[in-house]
């Protein structure tokens, strides 16, 4: 066997049928996205997404499969021969060393044999529930990735809508002010060979302009790649044109935090997807230390098989027989005090594990808490600093310009607006950035039973129907302990974020969302 690697027609071909499916049954983008929308085509046809699901159905798969090692053994045999010759035999006695029996047979020259075998294994059916359990913890481990891929994904296109949307708002201003300040360039210079003003005057000028345009270029070049992302997010193919429904920046509101983080802090304890996975781990290790005790006993397999044999010679052609074995390693008398200890302390890092995870998340918790509210100043800060600036930009547009100083001093009054209503639209993404690492961090998240069977459109909808409640009541909690609820409908028919049941008292609702859709 020698490798054989893929021809480039090969490869051009896969490649080409693999383009194809990336985008196939999509629906197309017909009108300006809002926040809901890209939500929506985020959980629908992001690539990253369908892996998790996937390997979700594989463990469903698998465990399926676990289950069936839990039967009896059923296994069939059948056997035909035939021979030239028949086979004989003749006997001798040991005493006199004499033939004691003329050479006879008891078997036919083509003969059938075959038998039906159903044997059960007592020790090997303990060990394969256990395993059937663990299966089974994989599955919600699944679960619980796919529910944490899900609020990454969900946190990325918030991130992105919103740095999106100051692209489609800006780039146009962000480039007229670029125009601006270019055009301005040659008189500056020439101010300064005529000696129209003192040299350090004109230097400080044509400085002053280079470094507003070197702002708004580097400003232009994060712009022009922004609603790239958020297309790679949603699965749009490269460079297709799409709208962003941009909300005026009145309806641009952040509404403080009003829960208390303690009791975020118990809900992020119970719903984070990272916790609940090594707490499956955990009881997966103790299933692996019952594994480890049941294959310390001995075994004790009992069958039983009905037969049936050709053979003319046998006085019965059809007979059941029946057994039971007992059966051990004397060396497990050897390794038993150290498999025990041994078990045990994997159980006790199981533990050690998820306590770790939760001070973590916790941790985390505290500081996402901490940026919303930082996010919240910086944006209340920036918001008036952005009036004053397209202010003082009006005033000085509105007077005429009679030298080069006063047109300088439009241009640059031009960039520093430009500019302040870029940081405004940056700063309230990064609040919501800072939101959405906190809805992550608690383990809020969304995920509708219907996926794939809802239109985007409908699922959108759904999605704004959600209440997402960062400290559900210690009975919603006790309710879920049990179960990774993801898919569980209310009576709306939108997924509540994880099971959890939204409260009037201490949530974040539905209104922030139809404020950022600006609907």
């Given at each position: 066997?020698?490798?054989?690697?893929?021809?480039?027609?090969?490869?051009?071909?896969?490649?080409?049928?693999d383009r194809e499916e990336m985008f196939a049954d999509q629906e197309p983008v017909t009108r300006p996205l809002t926040l809901s929308e890209a939500f929506a085509r985020a959980l629908k046809y992001n690539?990253?997404?369908?892996?998790?699901?996937?390997?979700?159905?594989?463990?469903?798969n698998d465990l399926d499969l676990s289950r069936y090692d839990l039967l009896p053994k059923l296994a069939i045999d059948g056997l035909g021969s035939t021979r030239n010759r028949f086979d004989a035999?003749?006997?001798?006695?040991?005493?006199?060393?004499?033939?004691?029996?003329?050479?006879?047979?008891?078997s036919d020259l083509n003969r059938f044999t075959g038998d039906l075998t159903l044997s059960w294994n007592i020790l090997d059916f303990g060990v394969s529930y256990f395993a059937a359990r663990q299966e089974a913890d994989r599955v919600l481990i699944a679960q619980e990735e796919r529910r944490k891929?899900?609020?990454?994904?969900?946190?990325?296109?918030?991130?992105?809508?919103?740095?999106?949307?100051?692209a489609q708002r800006l780039t146009n201003e962000v480039k007229a002010a670029i125009r601006a300040a270019e055009d301005a360039l040659p008189a500056a210079r020439k101010v300064e060979t005529e000696g129209l003003?003192?040299?350090?005057?004109?230097?400080?000028?044509?400085?002053?302009?280079?470094?507003?345009?070197?702002?708004?270029?580097?400003?232009?070049?994060?712009?022009?790649?922004?609603?790239?992302?958020?297309?790679?997010?949603?699965?749009?193919?490269?460079?297709?044109?799409?709208?962003?429904?941009?909300?005026?920046?009145?309806?641009?509101?952040?509404?403080?935090?009003?829960?208390?983080v303690g009791q975020m802090e118990s809900t992020a304890l119970v719903l984070n997807p990272d916790i609940r996975g090594l707490s499956y781990?955990?009881?997966?290790?103790?299933?692996?230390?019952?594994?480890?005790?049941?294959?310390?006993?001995?075994?004790?397999?009992?069958?039983?098989?009905?037969?049936?044999?050709?053979?003319?010679?046998?006085?019965?052609?059809?007979?059941?027989?029946?057994?039971?074995?007992?059966n051990g390693y004397l060396s497990n008398l050897l390794t038993a005090p150290l498999v025990i200890p041994q078990r045990e302390n994997a159980e006790k890092l199981a533990v050690l594990k998820r306590q770790a995870m939760s001070m973590a998340i916790l941790a985390k918790l505290h500081i996402a808490y901490q940026q919303y509210f930082a996010s919240i100043k910086e944006y209340d800060r920036v918001k008036q600093l952005s009036s004053v600036d397209q202010r003082l930009y009006t005033q000085i547009a509105n007077r005429t310009a009679t030298d080069v100083q006063g047109d300088l001093e439009r241009i640059l009054?031009?960039?520093?607006?430009?500019?302040?209503?870029?940081?405004?639209?940056?700063?309230?993404?990064?609040?919501?950035?800072?939101?959405?690492?906190?809805?992550?961090?608690?383990?809020?998240?969304?995920?509708?039973?219907?996926?794939?069977?809802?239109?985007?459109?409908?699922?959108?909808?759904?999605?704004?129907?959600?209440?997402?409640?960062l400290a559900p009541k210690p009975a919603a909690l006790s309710e879920q302990a049990g179960e990774p609820a993801l898919m569980d409908t209310d009576v709306q028919g939108a997924a509540s974020p994880t099971g959890a049941v939204a409260h009037a008292e201490g949530s974040i609702s539905v209104a922030q969302f139809q404020q950022l859709d600006n609907q």
């Amino acid at each position: 066997m020698t490798p054989k690697p893929f021809t480039s027609e090969e490869r051009w071909s896969e490649a080409q049928s693999d383009r194809e499916e990336m985008f196939a049954d999509q629906e197309p983008v017909t009108r300006p996205l809002t926040l809901s929308e890209a939500f929506a085509r985020a959980l629908k046809y992001n690539l990253d997404g369908r892996v998790k699901a996937m390997e979700q159905a594989l463990a469903v798969n698998d465990l399926d499969l676990s289950r069936y090692d839990l039967l009896p053994k059923l296994a069939i045999d059948g056997l035909g021969s035939t021979r030239n010759r028949f086979d004989a035999s003749s006997s001798e006695s040991i005493q006199t060393r004499q033939q004691s029996l003329v050479p006879s047979t008891s078997s036919d020259l083509n003969r059938f044999t075959g038998d039906l075998t159903l044997s059960w294994n007592i020790l090997d059916f303990g060990v394969s529930y256990f395993a059937a359990r663990q299966e089974a913890d994989r599955v919600l481990i699944a679960q619980e990735e796919r529910r944490k891929a899900v609020q990454t994904l969900l946190q990325d296109v918030r991130r992105a809508y919103w740095r999106a949307a100051a692209a489609q708002r800006l780039t146009n201003e962000v480039k007229a002010a670029i125009r601006a300040a270019e055009d301005a360039l040659p008189a500056a210079r020439k101010v300064e060979t005529e000696g129209l003003k003192s040299p350090i005057d004109s230097l400080r000028y044509q400085k002053a302009l280079l470094d507003a345009i070197r702002q708004l270029e580097t400003n232009e070049q994060a712009l022009a790649i922004s609603k790239d992302e958020l297309a790679s997010l949603i699965n749009l193919p490269p460079g297709e044109h799409y709208s962003i429904a941009v909300p005026n920046e009145g309806s641009m509101r952040l509404e403080p935090m009003k829960i208390p983080v303690g009791q975020m802090e118990s809900t992020a304890l119970v719903l984070n997807p990272d916790i609940r996975g090594l707490s499956y781990e955990a009881r997966i290790s103790v299933a692996e230390t019952k594994k480890a005790l049941l294959k310390l006993l001995p075994g004790i397999s009992l069958s039983a098989d009905p037969n049936v044999d050709s053979n003319s010679f046998l006085v019965h052609h059809y007979w059941v027989a029946g057994a039971a074995r007992v059966n051990g390693y004397l060396s497990n008398l050897l390794t038993a005090p150290l498999v025990i200890p041994q078990r045990e302390n994997a159980e006790k890092l199981a533990v050690l594990k998820r306590q770790a995870m939760s001070m973590a998340i916790l941790a985390k918790l505290h500081i996402a808490y901490q940026q919303y509210f930082a996010s919240i100043k910086e944006y209340d800060r920036v918001k008036q600093l952005s009036s004053v600036d397209q202010r003082l930009y009006t005033q000085i547009a509105n007077r005429t310009a009679t030298d080069v100083q006063g047109d300088l001093e439009r241009i640059l009054a031009q960039a520093s607006a430009v500019d302040s209503k870029l940081r405004l639209f940056q700063s309230y993404a990064e609040a919501q950035e800072a939101l959405g690492r906190l809805y992550a961090t608690v383990g809020v998240d969304f995920l509708h039973q219907d996926v794939e069977t809802l239109s985007v459109a409908e699922l959108g909808n759904a999605i704004r129907q959600t209440s997402f409640d960062l400290a559900p009541k210690p009975a919603a909690l006790s309710e879920q302990a049990g179960e990774p609820a993801l898919m569980d409908t209310d009576v709306q028919g939108a997924a509540s974020p994880t099971g959890a049941v939204a409260h009037a008292e201490g949530s974040i609702s539905v209104a922030q969302f139809q404020q950022l859709d600006n609907q």
